[in-house]
């Protein structure tokens, strides 16, 4: 008996989710909010529509979801430059007993 192979390799649903958020950015920052349709972000993720009916209950919810994903990611981003920077800072400066 020879053993057959899947046809295609199922993502994981948390990949699947953030494929569809990411294509959602892309679309809002290319062509604006009123660009980004079911149909539009479907067909730049490269899934079906009822993919996105899947994951979200609307299309409000995904574009919640993606501002949601940015605003952390920009979050993090700030978090990581400002600690780098008080970290520089902290670095440079001299030891107390070295300034009294």
Do not use: N
């Not at 349709?37 to 299309?59: C, E, L, N, P, Y």
């Not at 600690?83 to 009294?100: E, F, I, K, N, Y």
Request: aromatic share 4%.
């Amino acid at each position: 008996m020879s053993e057959s192979t899947p046809k295609f390799k199922r993502e994981p649903a948390e990949h699947r989710r953030e494929a569809l958020i990411k294509a959602t950015l892309s679309l809002i920052a290319e062509k604006g909010v009123q660009a980004a349709t079911v149909r539009a972000i479907a067909a730049r993720a490269d899934v079906s529509q009822g993919m996105i009916r899947h994951h979200f209950s609307s299309k409000e919810d995904l574009i919640t979801a993606a501002y949601e994903h940015h605003m952390d990611r920009l979050t993090d981003l700030t978090s990581a430059f400002a600690g780098a920077t008080v970290a520089r800072r902290w670095h440079d400066c001299r030891p107390l007993s070295s300034v009294v």
